[in-house]
Structures are given as C-alpha cells and as structure tokens.
C-alpha cells in the first residue's frame, strides 16, 4: 500500500491495489481489501481520493451466530509536509524526508472504526430465549413465559395489603 511519491503528479493517477488481510491485523477480516485510488499533487500536499471493499465476519449480538458483511467506503485523505497545518481524521502529516505514501495505517484505522457498534445479522433477528439459550430465529422456545423476578415480592405484598386497606 505504498506509493512513491515520484510517481505523483498534478494529474490525477489511478492506483488499484489488494492489501493481504494477515497484513491488516483485524481479525474479522476475511478477504483482502481490494482499493482504488486516485493520488494528485496540489502544492505542497498529495491529495488520495478513492474506495475501498472487504468482507468482515462478525458474530451477532442477539443470536451469537457468525454472519458476514461487506463495508464498502470512500475515502479522501490529505498528506501534508506542513507542520503547522491543523490535523484532523483526513489530514495526515508527511515527513519531508520520507520517499513513499503508506495507506496502510489509514486503511487499518478506518476499517476498525467502521465495525459495527451493535452487530446484529439482520433487523428481524429473534436473539436468544435468556432462559433456555434457545436461538429463536431457528426454533421456538418451550419456556414457561410467566416468569416474575423474586425481588419484586415484597412489593406485590405491599400492593395487597394497600388495596385491602382501601376496602
């Protein structure tokens, strides 16, 4: 994922390249990360627009089964010499010295903000039965569904007495 930066010009260059998953270090990965990229010069800063694609494999919250996704993004990253340019996510600093652009560690990081929060297979999954471990999604659950908390015992108790106080 590195570029020499004498191969960049004002004009736009398409750049395609597959980045090896064992490289990337994310676990969930399970294909390459295939991406595209256009590279330019403007100035003193290399401008990388492009898009990236992978399959993730994540295993859901409701249900616990593995379910695969596609993350498909587009990107713009700027890659500045200057030192005193205000940094953000999509500014990136570039030492003078340095002969290569390194996508990789943006690569990385975007894929790894990108994970879902919530991972779940689909919208309508079921879960599980929190009694049995059944997954709902594929059978249903024998379970008794009457199921009242002890603790609120007391309280049920405290109900009674109230409303036969009022009779």
Same mark, same amino acid.
């Given at each position: 994922?590195?570029?020499?930066?004498?191969? %960049?010009?004002?004009?736009?260059? #398409?750049?395609?390249?597959?980045?090896?998953?064992? =490289?990337?270090? !994310?676990?969930? #990965?399970?294909?390459?990360?295939?991406?595209?990229? /256009?590279?330019? #010069?403007?100035?003193? =800063?290399?401008?990388?627009?492009?898009?990236?694609?992978?399959?993730?494999?994540?295993?859901? /919250?409701?249900?616990?089964?593995?379910?695969?996704?596609? !993350?498909?993004?587009?990107?713009?990253?700027?890659?500045?010499?200057?030192?005193?340019?205000?940094?953000?996510?999509?500014?990136?600093?570039?030492?003078?010295?340095? %002969?290569? !652009?390194?996508?990789?560690?943006?690569?990385?990081?975007? %894929? #790894?903000?990108?994970?879902?929060?919530?991972?779940? +297979?689909?919208?309508?999954?079921?879960?599980? +039965?929190?009694? +049995?471990?059944?997954?709902?999604?594929?059978?249903?659950? =024998? +379970?008794?569904?009457?199921?009242?908390?002890?603790?609120?015992?007391?309280?049920?108790?405290?109900?009674?007495?109230?409303?036969?106080?009022?009779?």
């Amino acid at each position: 994922m590195k570029i020499l930066i004498s191969q %960049i010009s004002v004009d736009k260059k #398409l750049f395609e390249f597959s980045v090896n998953k064992e =490289t990337l270090g !994310i676990p969930e #990965l399970r294909e390459d990360v295939k991406v595209q990229a /256009d590279i330019y #010069l403007t100035g003193e =800063t290399y401008t990388v627009k492009g898009h990236f694609s992978t399959l993730i494999e994540l295993t859901c /919250d409701r249900c616990l089964e593995k379910y695969a996704q596609k !993350i498909n993004h587009d990107f713009e990253v700027v890659y500045t010499s200057e030192e005193k340019v205000d940094r953000d996510d999509n500014i990136m600093y570039l030492d003078p010295q340095d %002969i290569k !652009i390194d996508l990789k560690p943006y690569i990385q990081d975007t %894929i #790894l903000l990108n994970l879902p929060f919530k991972k779940v +297979c689909s919208d309508t999954c079921k879960g599980m +039965c929190a009694s +049995c471990g059944a997954n709902l999604n594929k059978e249903s659950c =024998t +379970c008794k569904k009457e199921k009242i908390d002890p603790r609120w015992d007391s309280l049920k108790e405290l109900r009674k007495s109230l409303e036969s106080a009022e009779e």
